[in-house]
Antibody
Framework: QVQLQESGPGLVKPSETLSLICTVS????????WSWIRQSPGKGLEWIGY???????KYNPSLESRLTISVDTSKNQFSLKLNSMTAADTAVYYC?????????????WGRGTLVTVSS | EVVLTQSPATLSLSPGERATLSCRAS??????LTWYQQKSGQAPRLLLY???NRATGIPARFSGSGSGTDFTLTISSLEPEDFAVYFC?????????FGQGTRLEIK
């Protein structure tokens, strides 16, 4: 059974960098594309970006200037770094599995982790 | 980017009734429209992909239709576990975008 688990700080100060990790169990991270998605009351669900174990990640242009998504195949994890955090970045952050290359929808999600930006 | 507008924002129905949820795209997304269900405190769950294909384990009472810019999710006869929030998502154009959701509540 494939499972995804997000981990990271629940509280981030304004202007700091958010770092989140998604740990994949039950499947090789090299076999799929993986995404980060966030959900906030104000903006609903927002796709952040995707990563594959080869090639370059693809980012939402609205976040691209602040965003880095990377993969660690040795740990079966992928990660998100979002810098210059503001209150607008407060959201539940999900990691999710992309169904397949070209089938850009999400067939498996983590439980999500709430990130609050506050001093 | 493609804006997906879902209506109504809230739909109040009783178990056994038929639910019809709408998702309208600001430009054509061909047949690349996905539906998710989200229950309170849980992650979204994949329901239908490419308009009308049910994901694994999704009951036949869930169906989808539409093309281009107008799409519909229909639940033929509501079960108590169907009361949740439903989101649509398009995969035709980058960036991937979601609708703001329709809350299906018990009347």
């Amino acid at each position: 059974q494939v499972q995804l688990q997000e981990s990271g700080p629940g509280l981030v100060k304004p202007s700091e960098t958010l770092s989140l990790i998604c740990t994949v169990s039950g499947a090789s991270i090299s076999s799929y594309y993986w995404s980060w998605i966030r959900q906030s009351p104000g903006k609903g669900l927002e796709w952040i970006g995707y990563i594959y174990h080869r090639g370059s990640p693809k980012y939402n242009p609205s976040l691209e200037s602040r965003l880095t998504i990377s993969v660690d195949t040795s740990k079966n994890q992928f990660s998100l770094k979002l810098n210059s955090m503001t209150a607008a970045d407060t959201a539940v952050y999900y990691c999710a599995r992309v169904r397949a290359y070209g089938d850009w929808y999400f067939d498996l999600w983590g439980r999500g982790t709430l990130v609050t930006v506050s001093s | 980017e493609v804006v997906l507008t879902q209506s109504p924002a809230t739909l109040s129905l009783s178990p056994g009734e038929r639910a019809t949820l709408s998702c309208r795209a600001s430009q054509s997304v061909s047949g690349y429209l996905t539906w998710y269900q989200q229950k309170s405190g849980q992650a979204p769950r994949l329901l239908l992909y490419d308009v009308s294909n049910r994901a694994t384990g999704i009951p036949a009472r869930f169906s989808g239709s539409g093309s281009g810019t107008d799409f519909t999710l229909t639940i033929s006869s509501l079960e108590p576990e169907d009361f949740a929030v439903y989101f649509c998502q398009q995969r035709d154009k980058w960036p991937l975008t979601f609708g703001q959701g329709t809350r299906l509540e018990i009347k």
